[in-house]
């Protein structure tokens, strides 16, 4: 869930943020927040019995989950929750923007990625034992020996670490 500060009219006054963030900054003041639940609770709007959504008067506004709105990141940008906008009917509509990733994100990422290639060689590679290695024909043998190069030669791609794993073989899947 997110949630934007506004104003008394309900306009979005900054970007969306995690009870996480607002949380941090509350903190920095020296003020308390309340736990997340009860956080929501007070930033939740209510529909009254004629359907008109009675304000909360809390000064932070629930965000309604929109993945969908979500633009496609690109090669070394990432999507980040911007400020909402303000619907006719009272809701809010998620809004992002697009931002460079810093070089520590970066590198944490390319850090992910390394592990979760070594897992993949690990568990698909490692386990072929030498017995089962004689048991599988070229075409296996092939498949399997590019499918691994490749997983190797991925740091050295342009694209590295915002890229897709190659298609695990086969015959790896079936082990």
């Known amino acids: 869930m997110l949630y934007v500060k506004v104003d008394k009219d309900r306009k979005p006054l900054e970007r969306a943020k995690n009870y996480r963030e ?3 900054e509350f903190k920095a003041r020296g003020q308390t927040i309340p736990p997340e639940n009860l956080f929501l609770a007070l930033c939740t709007d ?3 019995i004629t ?3 009675v304000k909360s008067t809390f000064e932070y506004a629930s965000v309604p989950e929109d ?3 979500v633009p496609p990141n690109e090669i070394g940008k990432k999507s ?5 906008i303000l619907r006719e009917d009272g809701s809010f509509q998620r809004t992002w ?3 460079e990733v810093t070089a520590e994100e970066k ?3 390319a850090k992910l990625m390394r592990e979760r290639r070594t897992r993949l060689l690990q568990e698909n590679i490692d386990s072929i034992s030498p017995v089962r290695w004689e048991l599988m024909n070229e075409q296996e043998k092939h498949e399997v020996s590019e499918w691994r190069q490749k997983l190797l030669d991925m740091t050295n791609d342009a694209m590295w670490p915002f890229m897709t794993f190659p298609p695990i073989p086969q015959f790896c899947k079936n082990l």
């Open 22 to 24: 607002i949380s941090e």
């Open 46 to 48: 209510e529909i009254d």
């Open 51 to 53: 359907g008109s959504v």
């Open 67 to 69: 993945v969908s709105a």
């Open 80 to 84: 980040i929750p911007d400020v909402p």
């Open 97 to 99: 923007r697009l931002v």
């Open 107 to 109: 590198e944490s990422f």
